[in-house]
């Protein structure tokens, strides 16, 4: 079974503070993905990552950025968190290639900034 | 930039009966790979069923199945016989074929409700 999981499911934050966000997937999986989701808005894609230390920038990646240094964990970074960055945050992962794989989700992190 | 558009933000079914969900998009590429995705509540997202762009036979899984029609861009998802355990927030979602931009681009999401 694939298993992504992600390191809090409900974080409070106060405005200003440097935020991180890590998720870890145990399937060897090239890719992998962070996404914001918001009511009306659906899932948008902030950044992601096709190998290690490789990265790139999704719909919305203003006020963002990641670290992918192991293969296994993605970390999406919020270096001066803002009220407008209240969100629900998931992580995902796939196999790479030409192929529809299925991406595969974290339960993810309900994040308010206050 | 491909957008998808699911126009239905929330829907109702009596248990048992066939319910169709709504998604269409916008794309210029011929060939691309179309899915929905189902979150229950307080639960993760996973895989309902996928279709690429190229098949014309539209994809079935067990009590799911889509209609594509690809000149009216247009994916539609149909439960049938829904279950208690269907009640969800459904997602549809885009993706080219390349190698190396995989990224889902999704609808804004149908919450589908079950009435018993």
């Known amino acids: 079974d694939v298993k992504v999981t992600q390191s809090s499911r409900y974080l409070v934050k106060r405005t200003g503070e440097k935020v991180f966000l890590e998720c870890v997937q145990d399937m060897d999986h090239e890719n992998m993905f962070w996404y914001r989701q918001d009511p009306g808005l659906g899932l948008r894609l902030i950044y992601f990552s096709y190998d290690v230390k490789m990265k790139e920038k999704g719909d919305i990646p203003e006020g963002y950025s990641v670290s992918r240094e192991k293969k296994e964990r993605f970390s999406l970074i919020l270096e001066s968190a803002s009220t407008n960055q209240t969100s629900m945050y998931l992580c995902?992962?796939?196999?790479?290639?030409?192929?529809?794989?299925?991406?595969?989700f974290g339960p993810g992190t309900r994040l308010t900034v206050t | 930039a491909q957008t998808v558009t699911q126009s239905q933000p929330e829907m109702s079914v009596q248990e048992a009966e066939t319910v169709t969900l709504s998604c269409t998009y916008d794309t210029s590429e011929s060939d691309y790979y179309l899915f929905w995705y189902k979150q229950p509540p307080s639960r993760q997202m996973i895989l309902v069923i996928r279709q690429e762009a190229y098949k014309q036979q539209n994809a079935t899984e067990n009590r799911f199945s889509v209609n594509f029609q690809k000149a009216a861009k247009s994916f539609s998802l149909k439960i049938s016989d829904s279950q208690l355990g269907d009640a969800a927030m459904y997602f549809c979602?885009?993706?080219?074929?390349?190698?190396?931009?995989?990224?889902?681009?999704f609808g804004t999401g149908t919450r589908l409700t079950i009435i018993p």
């Open positions: 979602a885009y993706r080219l074929t390349n190698f190396g931009n995989e990224k889902l681009t």
């Open positions: 995902a992962s796939s196999l790479a290639g030409r192929h529809p794989y299925e991406q595969y």
